[in-house]
């Protein structure tokens, strides 16, 4: 079936350092979504892209659409210890569900 | 946070026990939606509701059951349970009409424990 992967599945930088994480698709993708969960919370909703190579910012957060639509990517510049947690991408499948990759855990040295 | 909420919070059963989690929400939204959590495994849709009565299979449906009454509420049952339902059982609301486009809101979870 369907499948969105995602990489890496843990990072641990230190803090003011940048992190990336990848998201790929094996099909197109009508739109990608990206959450994040923090430790023992539940996930929220960061931001959804749409079109072909589409580039949007969220202050120090950076999310990019591939000109394909298969590929994603989130990118945190000088990350802080407030970034912990784990960040989902979630792309639309066939039948119109959400499938979401397994997740970035990123953590943070102080 | 959207109007979601989860109930119980945790449950420790017994395999072969019914169990029924319930998700309400007050926000008036047309689709709901239940997860799983397994650590490896990210987030996989178990069922799902675009409005009363009207429900369908996820990718892990097998062992669940659903029931949507009314708008606000939806539920998960686990007819007989099994330590594999051992898990975080999250619901979810979508934000738009269109579920195509809908980005997600998540209640606070369920932790289930089957022994």
């Known amino acids: 079936g369907q499948q969105v992967m995602q990489i890496p599945q843990y990072q641990h930088v230190q803090e003011g350092e940048d992190f990336t994480t990848y998201c790929n698709s094996s099909?197109?993708?009508?739109?990608i979504q990206w959450y994040k969960q923090r430790p023992g919370g539940h996930p929220v909703f960061l931001i959804q892209?749409?079109?072909?190579?589409e580039v949007k910012k969220q202050k120090r957060l950076t999310f990019q659409f591939g000109e394909a639509k298969k590929n994603s990517s989130l990118h945190i510049t000088a990350t802080q210890t407030t970034d912990v947690g784990t960040y989902f991408c979630a792309g639309r499948g066939s039948q119109g569900n959400l499938i979401f990759g397994k997740g970035t855990k990123l953590s943070v040295k102080p | 946070d959207a109007g979601i909420t989860q109930s119980p919070r945790h449950k420790v059963t017994e395999t072969g026990t019914p169990v029924t989690l319930r998700c309400h929400q007050t926000e008036n939204h047309r689709y709901m939606y239940w997860y799983r959590q397994d650590p490896g495994h990210g987030l996989r849709l178990i069922h799902y509701?675009?409005?009363?009565?009207?429900?369908d299979k996820g990718e892990v449906s097998d062992g669940y059951s659903v029931s949507r009454s009314k708008t606000e509420d939806f539920l998960l049952t686990l007819e007989s349970a099994t330590s594999s339902q051992t898990s975080v059982y999250f619901c979810?609301?979508?934000?738009?009409?269109?579920?195509?486009?809908?980005?997600?809101?998540f209640g606070p979870g369920t932790r289930l424990t089957v022994t």
């Open positions: 099909t197109t993708l009508s739109n």
């Open positions: 892209l749409v079109k072909s190579g």
């Open positions: 509701s675009y409005g009363v009565k009207d429900t």
């Open positions: 979810a609301i979508s934000g738009l009409s269109d579920r195509v486009y809908g980005e997600q809101y």
